[in-house]
């Protein structure tokens, strides 16, 4: 029987490998995983501010405006300045960036639905309590 470190090896493997072959399915090859974690974060909360989206993905504000600026040129995001304080810009989705969110989202839902099709139906129950556990693991 393998010791608690050797299943926990083991579950951090398996995770980065199926973590890996999800992120590969994206309807923009050309977004980097980072890249389309800020559009996941923008699909999530509307509209954030650069503070607040480096603050979200644990990146320096200048890092983030790399990535903010690549995607603003791709036409996926915007920044719209604050009402209140026209200072501050928030930055949203354009449409072209809530469709490739969506398509993304989509396409890979559907990879890892045709995987579960293969599975027994044990299986695929314990898989779903897995996915119960590691949500649990991941909110400590």
Known sequence: MATI????????????RLSRRLRAQKADQGLSDAQFA?????????ALT???LAEQERV?????NRT????EESGYIERVADDLDRRKANITLTASGRDVVKATIS???AWLTTRLRELSKDDRAA???AAELMGGLATQ
């Open 127 to 129: 898989l779903a309590r």
């Open 60 to 64: 320096s504000a200048p890092s983030m």
């Open 68 to 71: 903010v600026n690549c995607l």
């Open 50 to 52: 650069l503070t607040e």
């Open 107 to 109: 396409q890979r839902d």
């Open 5 to 16: 470190a050797e299943q926990s090896a083991e579950l951090r493997m398996a995770t980065f």
């Open 38 to 46: 800020v559009l996941g974060v923008l699909y999530r909360h509307d």
